[in-house]
């Protein structure tokens, strides 16, 4: 009886201290953003995105910190100091386990040299969202529209509107040729089964072939403990991420989908 009380005041206090970061956050970072168009108006909107990156992502990771009962880890952490995006470009793909993901990849970037050149692709729905629509816009987020507006259908379905499509592969053509990285999740939505990927999508190999940027495979384990695809972040656990080594560059759409799919999958079950 004991053990359960303090076990349900545990998830209660570790799922509002998770709420609390995010909305914090989320409301400074809009602050800021404002402030940012207000003094800098004379600069242009790119110079203005990559000083919101900045700001956004060295306060959400120092913030991050408070949350002291989820811990990340990094695997070969040492090899991303050699990361410079800048220097090189890369299509970074990650799978897709929990709505921490976001946060998780927020503490991997500021480890990079000039992460702020990394450009990233979100439901065009979440634009929509009180507050945090304008953040991602803020950053820069490039959309994609989902075919169906209704949640669940989008998320039973995970196909896309093809004039959305379209749109979202030249934008990404083109900031791919300007030297920009670009990180994103192949599975399309979150995975309701976190040792086994969703069907990796055919767009990051598209990208490719058209471009010649080789693609970087991360694999995040773990995140669910936290805060699974279906509940509430009342978890607490050791994150894990592992950047997998040498680019890759694929010849057919089934290597492409087939290594991303078992390397990951290796990783998360072993």
């Not at 959400?60 to 880890?73: C, G, R, T, V, Y």
């Not at 939505?189 to 990208?207: E, S, Y």
Request: include cysteine; hydrophobic fraction near 40%.
């Amino acid at each position: 009886m004991i053990y359960k009380i303090f076990d349900n005041f545990g998830k209660i206090f570790r799922c509002t201290g998770v709420y609390i970061y995010i909305i914090f956050v989320m409301i400074t970072a809009n602050l800021f953003f404002h402030f940012n168009d207000f003094i800098n108006y004379k600069k242009s909107l790119k110079d203005r995105i990559n000083i919101n990156r900045t700001f956004y992502i060295e306060m959400a990771s120092l913030f991050f910190n408070a949350l002291f009962w989820i811990k990340i880890e990094i695997e070969n952490e040492d090899k991303l100091s050699f990361l410079d995006f800048k220097k090189n470009n890369y299509i970074i793909l990650s799978n897709h386990i929990s709505y921490l993901d976001n946060f998780i990849i927020t503490n991997v970037l500021k480890k990079i040299k000039n992460y702020q050149n990394c450009e990233f692709i979100g439901d065009s729905t979440i634009l929509n969202w009180f507050i945090v629509g304008k953040v991602f816009k803020g950053l820069g987020m490039i959309e994609i529209k989902f075919e169906k507006d209704n949640k669940k259908e989008r998320l039973e379905q995970n196909k896309y509107c093809k004039e959305s499509v379209n749109k979202l592969k030249e934008d990404c053509i083109k900031a791919l040729k300007e030297g920009k990285n670009l990180w994103f999740f192949p599975e399309g939505r979150c995975n309701n089964h976190p040792n086994k990927l969703n069907q990796i999508r055919g767009g990051a190999f598209n990208f490719q072939q058209t471009t010649k940027v080789p693609i970087l495979l991360v694999a995040l384990k773990n995140n669910e403990k936290v805060w699974a695809n279906k509940g509430y972040p009342t978890g607490s656990s050791k994150i894990q991420v592992k950047f997998f080594d040498n680019p890759r560059i694929y010849n057919t759409v089934e290597l492409y989908r087939n290594d991303i799919k078992n390397s990951i999958e290796t990783w998360i079950n072993n």
